[in-house]
Nanobody, 122 residues
Framework: QVQLVESGGGLVQAGGSLRLSCAAS????????IGWFRQAPGKEREFVSA????????SYADSLKGRFAISRDNAKNTVYLQMNSLKSEDTAVYYC???????????????WGQGTRVTVSS
């Protein structure tokens, strides 16, 4: 079992940056791929990025490549999402989730955090 807690959200101006963190409990953290998803008001939850358990494999939504970067520190049981050049359309609640391998659909993830809100003002 993995418990996930997101942090780092907040209010930022367009063009600014934020770094989200996903802290996990459990001694098997490195065996899980971690994905980031987001859900904007009135919209479905969408895939943002994911990283394999080792950290060597990463994946991004096409629209976010070049602006977002995912990384992990297995010694700290933490995954990070660096978000740069933020736009108003990035406003959403961001969730991290754990899965046995790197996957792109929300239904494939077994464990979820409570989410952290990101608001980008234009």
């Amino acid at each position: 079992q993995v418990q996930l807690v997101e942090s780092g959200g907040g209010l930022v101006q367009a063009g600014g940056s934020l770094r989200l963190s996903c802290a996990a409990s459990g001694r098997t953290f490195s065996t899980y791929a971690i994905g980031w998803f987001r859900q904007a008001p009135g919209k479905e939850r969408e895939f943002v990025s994911a990283i394999s358990g080792s950290g060597f494999g990463t994946s991004y939504a096409d629209s976010l490549k070049g602006r977002f970067a995912i990384s992990r520190d297995n010694a700290k049981n933490t995954v990070y999402l660096q978000m740069n050049s933020l736009k108003s359309e990035d406003t959403a609640v961001y969730y991290c989730a754990a899965a046995p391998r790197l996957l792109w659909t929300a239904d494939s993830y077994n464990y979820w955090g409570q989410g952290t809100r990101v608001t980008v003002s234009s």
